[in-house]
Nanobody, 122 residues
């Protein structure tokens, strides 16, 4: 059974740079793409970033390009999301997700963590 556990969220000031982590278990982590999504209050869940099984291919939502960086450490079964220059509109629950395949196709995410809240104060 796949288990994804996010950490690193909390209250952050505008302009802050927290790093989220997601520890995976229950499947051979290194074979699958991973991604991050977020859901703000009253809004649909949206894609943030994805990374391929080797880490050499990444993709981002346009609004996150240049501010967020996704990375992974297959030896630790962990994926990270470095967030920089946070704005109040980045406030959301951030979810880690495991893809069905090796490449970060946005319509192929199948497993989800419980999420971690990030609140950006103005």
């Amino acid at each position: 059974q796949v288990q994804l556990v996010e950490s690193g969220g909390g209250l952050v000031q505008t302009g802050g740079s927290p790093r989220l982590s997601c520890a995976a278990s229950g499947r051979t982590f290194s074979l699958y793409a991973m991604g991050w999504f977020r859901q703000a209050p009253g809004k649909d869940r949206e894609f943030v970033a994805g990374i391929s099984w080797t880490g050499d291919i990444t993709n981002y939502a346009d609004s996150m390009k240049g501010r967020f960086t996704i990375s992974r450490d297959n030896a630790k079964n962990t994926v990270y999301l470095q967030m920089n220059s946070l704005k109040p509109e980045d406030t959301a629950v951030y979810y880690c997700s495991l893809n069905r395949g090796a490449y970060p196709k946005t319509d192929s995410y199948a497993y989800w963590g419980q999420g971690t809240q990030v609140t950006v104060s103005s």
